[in-house]
């Protein structure tokens, strides 16, 4: 049974990168608030970063269980995915429906209209993670979990972990092979076929739901793949030198114009399909020296998955403090967004050490 699995060593370097992505996309999102115009935002690729999670996840996932299947059935998987990640995605929408109202404003006109039975309701639903359509929304954004719309990325990790438990285990190196690059041409489609990037995937809509399986599908099992070819190399500082190239990816500005959105589209094609695995290889081929690099990579491991989670609900407060102000300035405002980063990153640090940490301690027993 699960319960008599122990747990293998972490990839530490992995493990950090993983805690560099979730800051950024925290940044993302503090400054996604002041404009949502692709070709203004200051951390611009942000939204990749759920990209990156999903090769780190498909290659963890293998490191993790493609040898176990002989101990475990799907049964024991599944139950150890849901102890791993959704004591948070319940936290996430208690927080999200406690700060509800505090983000009333004319950025979100709906949220004054709605009684408190159905932001409980709301919240149940999103505890259960079940996506409500933009016909019901509740707040003026039309995402599927409107208390906490990260947990979009939630929602498909959960159907890969699915996929993954019940077929695609079974699949061998050369299908899945066939499986990835399937998955990466129809990626290449549709970022120079649309708008010329992969953000969405947030709605119960068709064409959100087609960008949100495209995101899940080269990722998540290119990652596995990784993971089964093996053959690791060795890499001095890897931490660093990864770390570097994630923020050189996020951080660059939007390739072309409207008239040539395929620029971009190019640019995030070859990010998806090969810079974010060779990204992986590389610092699942480093090794941690020394003990402060030991611990940084550890906090901001640990960190990661509360930052991703927690967020959101702060950012909509955050959102409609600019709306009611007229939006102003970033320089006008910047003690608020200083202000949003350090009580994301304080709440989350509490909620994991207080509740994440022990709540998954009392499940796995």
């Known amino acids: ?31 996604e608030a002041y404009t949502l115009d692709p070709y203004e935002k200051v951390v611009n690729h942000g939204y990749l970063a759920v990209d990156f999670f999903f090769v780190l996840s498909g290659f963890v996932i293998g490191y993790a269980y493609d040898d176990r299947w002989k101990k475990m059935n799907f049964g024991d998987f599944f139950k150890r995915r849901l102890v791993r990640l959704h004591p948070m995605v319940v936290m996430g929408m208690i927080l999200g429906a406690l700060l509800f109202y505090f983000g009333a404003s004319p950025e979100f006109s709906l949220i004054a209209d709605v009684p408190v039975w159905k932001l409980l309701l709301y919240m ?22 409107t208390l906490d719309a990260p947990c979009w990325s939630l ?11 019940l077929f695609i285990r079974k699949f061998s190196t050369k299908a ?18 649309e708008t010329g990037d992969v953000s969405g995937g947030w709605a119960f809509t068709g064409t959100q739901l087609r960008y949100g399986f495209t995101r899940l599908i080269y990722p998540f099992f290119a990652g596995l793949l990784l993971y089964r ?36 589209g190019i640019y995030e094609s070859a990010v998806i399909i090969i810079v974010f695995p060779l990204i992986v290889y590389l610092g699942a081929s480093g090794e941690v020296k020394g003990k402060y690099v030991s611990k940084v990579c550890k906090f901001l491991g640990d960190m990661s998955y509360p ?51 022990p709540v998954r301690r009392w499940l796995k027993r």
Do not use: Q
């Open 155 to 165: 929602f498909f990790e959960y159907i890969a972990n699915i996929l993954y438990g």
């Open 1 to 31: 049974m699960t319960t008599a699995l122990t747990s293998k060593p972490h990839y530490e370097i992995l493990d950090g990168l993983r805690g560099v992505a979730a800051i950024v996309v925290l940044a993302f999102h503090i400054f």
């Open 307 to 357: 930052v991703y989670i927690v967020n959101y609900p702060i950012i909509y407060i955050w959102v409609g403090w600019l709306s009611n102000h007229d939006h102003p300035s970033f320089a006008d405002s910047y003690w608020g967004a200083i202000l949003v980063f350090v009580s994301v990153i304080a709440l989350s640090y509490a909620l994991w050490k207080l509740y994440d940490v």
């Open 229 to 264: 070819l093996g053959k690791l190399g060795h890499l001095k500082n890897a931490f660093l030198w990864c770390s570097m190239i994630l923020l050189i990816v996020f951080l660059m500005p939007r390739i072309g114009d409207h008239a040539h959105y395929w620029m971009n």
């Open 124 to 145: 149940v639903l999103g505890m259960l993670l079940i996506p409500t359509p933009p016909s019901i929304d509740i707040r003026g954004w039309e995402e599927m979990y």
């Open 176 to 193: 899945l092979a066939v499986l990835v690059f399937l998955a990466g041409c129809v990626t290449v489609h549709l970022t120079l076929s």
